[in-house]
Every structure is written in C-alpha cells, then in structure tokens.
C-alpha cells in the first residue's frame, strides 16, 4: 500500500514536473515574445518582402534616402523584425517619384488593392497594400539651387531585402529628431518611460557612430560679417545684453546656444573660451518676429544713441528638416542703408507648436547686471547645436569664402556638443525627463497636416494603378 502510495505520488510528482516546465515556459516572456514576432513574419510579414525589395532597388536605382525608423535601424545594425515593414522614402521630385513606385509595385501580381494617396500636396504620399500603409515618401527637394539630399551626406548600408546598397540619412541629421524626442513629454501615456529609454538607447548608438568622424565630414558655414558696417564689437555685445535684459528675461522665451551652454554650469564656463562678441545669442519663442524686431529696435533706441541711424530687419529660413516641417529659424540683423547687416539673434519658433522643458539661471551680463532667465534642458541645447551644424552645411553649400572661419565655428560646435554629452553622463535622469517647466503649446502634427491639406486647394486624387493606366 505504502509502495502504491509512493508510485502514485511519483506519478502526480511527474504530472507537476511537466506542468512546472510549462508555466517556467509561460514565465520566459521575452523567449515567448521572439517567437511570437517570427510567427508574425511568417505568417503576414513575409507577404511584403517582394514589394520591398521593389523599393529598395528603386531607391538605390533612383537617389532616394531611407529615413524615419527603417532608416534609424539599418544604421543602427537592428535585425529584421516585424516593425520593420514600413519604409520612409526621401526624394525631390516626389510626386513622379511616387507615380513610378506605385506602378512598378503594382507589376509585381498585379495587386489591386494597391494605391498612392496624397498627404500633403506636393511633400507627403502614402502607398497603401492590402489596406496597410508600407510607405511613406516625403519632399526632400531643392533649396537655393543646393540639393538637399547631398547636404545630409547619406550612409551606404546593405537593405535587409536586397543586396543592394541604399542610402540612409546620417547619423547628425537623425540627432536632431531623437533629441527632439528625448525632451517631449511622455509621462501622461502609456508606456511613456519605456519611450525614453528607447530613444536614450538609441541616443547612444548613435552619437557613438557619428560623433568620431563628424569634424571632418561636415564643410559648413555660418552667418559671418562679410560685410562691416560703422559699429564696434562692444555696441554689438551690448545690444545682445540689452535683448536679453528687456526681452528674455522674466519671459517665456528660452535661451539656447552660446549663452545657455556657456552660462549654464561653473563646470561650462571653465572649459569654453569664448568672447562675449564672438557669443551667439539664440532663443526659442512663439513671439511674432514683427513684434521682437519694434522690441529691439525700442530697446536700442532707448540705451545705444550711437547706432541709431541703422535699422533692425529679420530674415526667415526654412530649414528643411526632414523630421520638421513646422520649423522657421528667424535671423535679426542691424542693417544700414547699404544693406550691409550684421547679425544679432537667432530666433526659432518651436514652442509655437512643441513643449519645452526648460530650467531657470541667473545670468550674469558685463555692465548690465544679472538677471533670472530660461534656459533649455541639455536635451533641448544638444538638438539646437545639431541644428546649428545642419544651418552651416546649407550656408557653406550656397557659397562663401570664409572657410577659416568655418573651420573654427565646426571646432566650437563639436566642442559644445561633447560637453554637453559629458555633464548629461552626471545628471540625474529626473532632470533629464523632467515632469515640469515646459513653455510652449502643443499642436499634434498629424492634425496640423490635415489642417494644411484642408486649406489647400488643390489636392492629387488618389491613383490605383488598376484603373489609372
């Protein structure tokens, strides 16, 4: 009986045994997770391979960058994965583009479910298949005669559906959009802390592949006086203290570049060496530029009689960020009646429709006293400097001489970048991810898209292949 009774206790020990391996099987969710994912490329994924292939030779046969996530995961060596399947394609001429890559996808059987629609006219088409979206092909154009695509200076990196070699925009471009990522907030969404750690992540890798070789990759320039008109550094140095005193201080307008990273910390201020007229002053704000340019101009005539003779004028550049439609980065000059201008302040216009997280300094100005002001977080300061060095290409690209000047300003600007970088190795991550002090309104881009296509006039009609022969 007693034998019996161990016999069946050794069976139902068994039973429990296989059941134990069961649910530790459960358990080991990431093993259950990789499964599930190939699964899903078996299964639905693998469907598309033909079609992307297709669109990896059109790219490679045609001049078209990879950009978005499929372009951030072949720089970053990720392995082919079911999020993969959704490319974003960057090309002038795109609506011809665009036309010839639906019908060629539509020759491969001849799929009826396949069309291109219009987002926004001119710049944004979607290809749809079965339904799903697959891609996307934006407008990379022209500007100034200076094609763009040869400005971002593309990386050759093997397509995961073919052996070919497609390009993919570089590393500093998509810093400019990760940081961008890294200082929106996420706390009010699900999963929003896993979103900054993925992007911080990804931070990583890629500042590690593109900051090593950057300085003499990137030929850019900057807004230099070429043209000297009757006023002296020191009118020049006072006149951005005096911006600073009326306009900035005690606002909501943020301060970025030179003076934020130069005022920011002691540890800053030790390590870079730069004149107060060689600062370049640069703030963020949602203030009309008409409206900043009668401040300044009433600020200057109340404190500096010796320039009154010049005006103030602004000119607006469109940046031509892939990731940034909405982005306009206004330049202040002092101009005179030759024309000839020197400029005084950036003025970007993000918090118009982005948050900004931002942290308050006391910012010390010769002979003007020391006054509370905004600054952005590093995050903020890292974007606006990869920003700089994508303005100095696109200068440099329509043509200048001063390539000495170039030199040292690409120098100052890496140099910035890696202090940055060191002190974000010594800050707590709940300044980093900071849960308050945000200036700025958030407009969601997907519905100031559809308010952009709403307002315009004319719109592509949708093409199938099937039926517009």
Known sequence: MLIFFIEKNIKYRYINLNKYKMYKQFMDIDVLICEAKQIVIKNDRNYYDKYLKVVEEFCNENKILLGGQIGMDLLTDIQLNKDIYQYYLYTDNTFEMAKKLVNKLYNIEKNNSIFLETILTHKEFNIQINTRLIIKIFNL??????????????????????????????????????????????????????????????????????????????????????????????????????????????????????????????????????????????????????????????????????????????????????????????????????????????????????????????????????????????????????????????????????????????KEILNDIKIIQNNIKNTPPIELFQLDNYVGNYDDEYIAKKKITSDTKFKHKRIYPSIDK
Do not use: C
């Open 141 to 410: 154009g022209i500007y100034k005669n200076v094609y763009l695509y040869d400005l971002i200076g593309p990386i050759d990196i093997k397509g995961y559906f073919s052996n070919l070699m497609v390009q993919v925009i570089s590393g500093e471009v998509y810093l400019i959009d990760i940081y961008r990522k890294l200082y929106t907030p996420y706390a009010d969404k699900i999963g929003g802390y896993k979103t900054y750690s993925y992007y911080r992540d990804i931070e990583k890798n890629v500042y590690t592949k593109t900051i090593s070789g950057l300085e003499s990759k990137i030929i850019g320039g900057y807004n230099s006086y070429d043209k000297q008109i009757n006023i002296t550094k020191h009118d020049i140095t006072d006149i951005k203290n005096i911006i600073i005193k009326e306009i900035i201080s005690g606002s909501d307008n943020i301060i970025v570049g030179d003076y934020a990273i130069i005022d920011a910390n002691n540890e800053l201020s030790e390590n870079i060496k730069k004149t107060d007229d060689n600062k370049r002053l640069q703030m963020i704000s949602n203030m009309n530029p008409n409206d900043v340019k009668l401040l300044i101009q009433k600020a200057i005539k109340n404190r500096l009689q010796s320039i009154t003779n010049k005006n103030i004028i602004y000119i607006n550049y469109d940046l031509n960020l892939p990731d940034d439609f909405r982005i306009v980065k206004y330049i202040f000059y002092i101009s005179d009646n030759k024309q000839d201008n020197i400029s005084i302040m950036d003025m970007f216009n993000s918090s118009l429709f982005e948050l900004i997280p931002y942290k308050n300094i006391f910012l010390k100005l010769k002979n003007f006293g020391t006054y509370r002001v905004k600054i952005g977080n590093y995050y903020v300061l890292l974007r606006y400097k990869f920003i700089d060095l994508w303005s100095m290409k696109l200068i440099l690209n329509l043509g200048t001489s001063d390539n000495e000047f170039i030199e040292k300003k690409i």
